[in-house]
């Protein structure tokens, strides 16, 4: 073979098998990224050819394609297709193209390769989903399919692997023929498309009708064209009077007449062809009025059983682990500022990222099997009618309400999202949603201002507000949906376009790599940040001005005397952090936060929680001078009840600053793993540091006006 570096495509529409039988061919051999120029995500891989006659196996990179119904774009995804497949130049045009089809809905998914064929690029067809068109007593003929076609047809079950071996061997056989075979256009022009398709060939020097023809359609979307040149394209149109709605209904329907006696002639019905009996009948409970919101509330109330439930035991494991790897490298190491950082700084940032692990596999992995067994998609459809309301689609379910258990998961599930305005929108509202980090700040808040009363003589009164507060997180992601649509410009219409699949067995090989690529990608993207973040956050807190943090320590060990090693120890740590940088800061917004009823001990608190909310607590243990485990609700309860007011004299938690403080954590963005998370998923700062800036402000407003109302 004289290719040194070939390219595979795959192409198809979506839940056609596209991405199963990219796992298929590349398993472990994967990475993401961006196409060139475009912040799409890219999945690319590698498989080996065998080589013939001696000669050595051939690597082959294999590029899975946004799924589209057709080469006409519908979303910002999906022109990655075309900018790709009509540029030769593109550092991903493919040597192949493999068109994956579902066998079960042959007709509609040949329009596409119809198109791609045109295109001339060398294509081969992989029938997948064989067994589902099977259920329905379909048979199709690949033989006499690849005859009427031209092109290599292929037999696949991608869930299984079946059929993977003969497809890549077409793909050797396609790659060694010398001579492209002539090509059969499945369009064939009209009237002045002839003369327009001649002089744009002339005058791009292409020698393909079709692309030429794209030229003219689709030259707004192509990135590789300037614009002098979509100026000409644009003269070449109303010269000729080229009406593009036109061409394209005509297009379509003389495809569809082209398509239409090739599938009669390989594909044979036996009986009555519909959704398999159990399909039909799960359907008939999963997507009622009434009963399928019912048992998306039984699915949801698992899942957040097992995220809660399941993770905290591996999330404990992993903490312990990091508190003990962070004591015995205390003592291996010399004491000093190289000790200190590399324990508080880098070590404990490590145990910032590693903690979210268990959250994150099982989440994925119980996403991943919803999605495998096909009732996710019944999720989507029942759900888009009451999302759209907020600017949202159905798809926006799924990382919502993971947002309840971690904001970092929920926005990595996004990715099923295909219009980027919603997917926006949905990531920009998630962390509104009230994590499991908020818990801890919560607990203690509630149980400083809200007696453990029963309501109706069931209820607890803490527990009632408890949830009044998730509920005001989801009432304000709704809200902030809306709102934010109004602002932000949407460049593409809205679809719901989804296909009801068949119910399937989970394909647990499948889940596991879900779970896999999810913890990889959040450890190598996301911790970069964070660990970034966490030393910075590290310096602000071990450093001060001058000698003011060394000066405290000394005026405390003489103020204390001889009281008790162990208080002695926390109140240093007290005077130190007060006059450290962060503790500088915590003065120097002390007058903006004033309004809100805090002061600069909460100030430092609410710095360090950026980190992650749940410091907020151990923070305000360690400011407070508590003794013991910081973790120990009660004797932070008792130290917060007792603290006074330097100004007043009176309480310093009163209902006012409490319920202030719990409006401030509902809404503020304060979770720098999250920052981080929607960095990557934007592929940029703009929009984090957008988030952050109106959450803070949402956050304050309603912190000030609780606190205002109340005191």
């Known amino acids: 073979m004289k290719q040194v570096h070939i390219k595979v495509a795959l192409v198809g529409n979506p839940n056609a098998g596209k991405s199963t039988l990219f796992n298929a061919l590349t398993g472990l051999r994967q990475k993401t990224g961006n196409f060139p120029g475009v912040t799409v995500e890219k999945k690319s891989g590698t498989f080996r050819l065998s080589g013939s006659e ?22 910002k995804d999906e022109t990655v297709v075309m900018d790709i497949l009509a540029n030769p130049k593109h550092p991903d045009y493919p040597d192949v193209v493999i068109i994956v089809a579902d066998a079960s809905n042959l007709q509609r998914n040949l329009l596409l390769f119809t198109e791609v064929s045109d295109l001339g690029v060398p294509s081969i067809l992989a029938l997948n989903m064989l067994d589902v068109a099977s259920s329905m007593n379909l048979t199709v003929n690949a033989v006499q399919l690849a005859m009427q076609l031209n092109v290599p047809v292929i037999r696949i079950n991608a869930r299984t692997g079946e059929g993977i071996s003969t497809l890549k061997e077409a793909v050797k056989q396609t790659l060694e023929k010398r001579e492209k075979p002539a090509l059969q256009y499945f369009y064939e022009p009209k009237g002045n498309e002839v003369e327009l398709i001649e002089e744009v060939r002339e005058l791009y020097h292409l020698d393909n009708d079709y692309v030429a023809l794209q030229y003219v359609c689709q030259h707004d979307n192509f990135s590789f064209l300037e614009q002098p040149v979509r100026a000409k394209l644009d003269t070449l149109i109303e010269k000729y009077g080229f009406d593009e709605n036109h061409f394209l209904a005509s ?28 399909t039909r009948k799960l359907d008939s409970i999963l997507l009622h009025s009434v009963w399928g919101y019912v048992t998306f509330a039984f699915v949801l109330l698992v899942i957040f059983q097992a995220i809660f439930a399941w993770a905290s035991y591996p999330m404990d494991m992993l903490d312990a682990v990091t508190a003990q790897t962070i004591e015995w490298t205390k003592e291996a190491l010399p004491k000093g500022v190289l000790n200190d950082l590399i324990t508080n700084g880098i070590l404990a940032g490590i145990g910032g990222i590693i903690i979210f692990i268990p959250q994150i596999a099982i989440l994925f992995a119980l996403v991943s099997v919803l999605e495998e067994s096909g009732y996710m998609a019944r999720v989507m459809v029942i759900m888009d009618k009451l999302m759209r309301r907020f600017g949202l689609n159905g798809r926006s379910v799924v990382p919502l309400i993971s947002g309840v258990a971690c904001a970092v998961p929920a926005i990595m599930t996004t990715r099923s999202i295909s219009s980027r305005y919603e997917r926006l929108l949905t990531i920009l509202v998630t962390p509104l949603m009230s994590c499991s980090a908020r818990l801890p700040i919560y607990t203690i808040l509630i149980a400083l201002v809200v007696p453990s009363t029963k309501v109706f003589g069931f209820f607890n009164m803490q527990g009632l507000v408890l949830f009044g507060l998730y509920v005001l ?30 119910y ?18 959040f450890v190598l993207e996301a911790g970069k940040v964070i660990m970034a973040i966490s030393i910075i956050l590290w310096v602000l807190a071990s450093y001060g001005p001058g000698d003011s943090m060394s000066n405290a320590e000394k005026r405390v060990i003489s103020e204390m005397g001889t009281k008790p090693q162990e208080e002695i120890d926390v109140a240093v740590a007290s005077a130190r952090l007060e006059n450290s940088y962060a503790g500088q800061f915590g003065h120097f917004i002390e007058p903006v936060i004033r309004p809100l009823g805090y002061d600069w001990k909460i100030g430092i608190a609410l710095l360090a929680s950026f980190a992650a909310r749940e ?39 009163t209902p006012a600053v409490c319920y202030s ?38 956050a304050y407003a309603s912190a000030f006006a609780t606190y205002q109302l109340l005191s």
């Open 661 to 698: 403080l719990l409006m401030f954590y509902v809404f503020a963005m304060m979770c720098m793993s999250t920052i981080a998370v929607v960095y990557r998923e934007t592929h940029g700062w703009k929009w984090p540091l957008i988030q952050l800036v109106y959450l803070m402000a949402l």
């Open 54 to 75: 001696g000669q050595p196996d051939t690597a082959v990179t294999v590029v899975d394609l946004p799924g589209t119904y057709s080469i006409y774009p519908k979303s």
């Open 504 to 521: 399937k067995w989970p394909r647990w090989g499948h889940v596991g790599f879900s779970m896999y690529e999810s913890v990889k990608s």
């Open 615 to 653: 410091v907020f607590v151990g923070t305000m243990a360690t400011i407070y001078s508590i003794g013991g485990d910081s973790e120990d609700v009660l004797t932070v309860k008792e130290k917060l009840l007792n603290e006074k007011n330097p100004d007043t004299g009176a309480a310093m938690f």
């Open 251 to 278: 297009e379509t329907v003389a495809r569809y007449e082209k398509i239409k006696p090739i599938v009669s002639k390989s594909v044979k019905s036996q009986g009555i062809t519909e959704q398999p009996y159990w």
């Open 473 to 502: 997180g989801l009432v304000g992601a709704l809200g902030s949906a809306w709102l934010l649509s109004l602002f932000i410009p949407r460049k593409e219409p809205g679809y719901f376009m989804l296909e009801m699949p068949t």
